[in-house]
């Protein structure tokens, strides 16, 4: 009797987490639903296990806007297209993230060909522009007070020392960025790191996380547009603004209010 009370319990248990997953499920997909009606027509959206990627491809795009308009010419009409179709992971625009502090000051050129080699040389093909989005069960305060507790504990003794040229902005709240991982020598004491904290949404009851692209806090992207061999003299090609614009855009359809580029 004892064991069909124990199955028939294991049975009810599965029910509702199938029901608790089915409705996640549900809700996740609303809420990708309606990032990607309100992201900006460079960008993408792809689906994760537990959220989305937002990603720049201004080419994939172009490819997109070609084929509607070459049929429009062609048949006067085009037929149905998954815009998302045109989207190629193995195929993502690249871009530069450059350096935003210590820069060297512009030299004189004596030739337009050594300025185009120098150029070229500074803005090097070094990763894509995407932000990835999780979202999980909503954390309780106590979990959140402990993880802040921890990540001030060792922002303390961090800057037991100056840190000389890098601002003291590297230490935001803990959502968007977290310090870089060669402070870690600073910390070699205690047995973790920092961990990055989650956002809380006016319009879902969940707790969001935000992941940044950046590789660094202090560069920002350029678009490297294959097309075009002087792609550093299109202003349309630096990317901080519109990278910006769809960050704050991606955190106010979550029901982000508080969200800011350096929190």
Request: glycine share 2%.
């Amino acid at each position: 009797m004892k064991t069909v009370r124990l199955v028939f319990c294991l049975l009810l248990a599965l029910m509702a987490f199938n029901g608790y997953s089915q409705s996640f499920q549900e809700k996740l997909e609303a809420i990708r639903e309606e990032v990607r009606s309100v992201i900006g027509k460079d960008w993408f959206l792809t689906q994760t296990a537990s959220g989305f990627k937002v990603t720049f491809c201004r080419s994939c795009q172009k490819h997109y806007e070609d084929s509607c308009n070459y049929q429009d010419k062609t048949f006067g009409f085009h037929f149905p297209l998954s815009r998302d179709s045109f989207f190629n992971p193995e195929q993502i625009d690249s871009v530069c993230y450059y350096p935003t502090v210590s820069l060297p000051p512009q030299p004189f050129y004596a030739s337009d060909s050594a300025r185009h080699a120098d150029k070229l040389k500074a803005y090097q093909v070094n990763g894509i522009l995407s932000f990835e989005i999780r979202i999980e069960a909503k954390w309780d305060e106590k979990k959140y007070r402990e993880l802040m507790a921890q990540n001030e504990l060792l922002k303390t003794e961090i800057l037991k020392e100056p840190l000389y040229k890098t601002s003291k902005d590297i230490f935001s709240d803990y959502r968007f960025y977290l310090p870089e991982d060669y402070l870690k020598q600073r910390t070699e004491k205690y047995p973790f790191y920092f961990e990055r904290l989650p956002y809380s949404s006016k319009l879902y009851d969940y707790s969001i996380f935000l992941i940044p692209d950046k590789p660094n806090f202090f560069c920002s992207p350029l678009y490297v547009d294959k097309s075009d061999p002087r792609f550093y003299d299109a202003i349309s090609n630096f990317l901080e603004e519109e990278r910006q614009r769809t960050l704050k855009i991606i955190a106010l359809s979550l029901g982000i209010l508080d969200f800011k580029i350096v929190n």
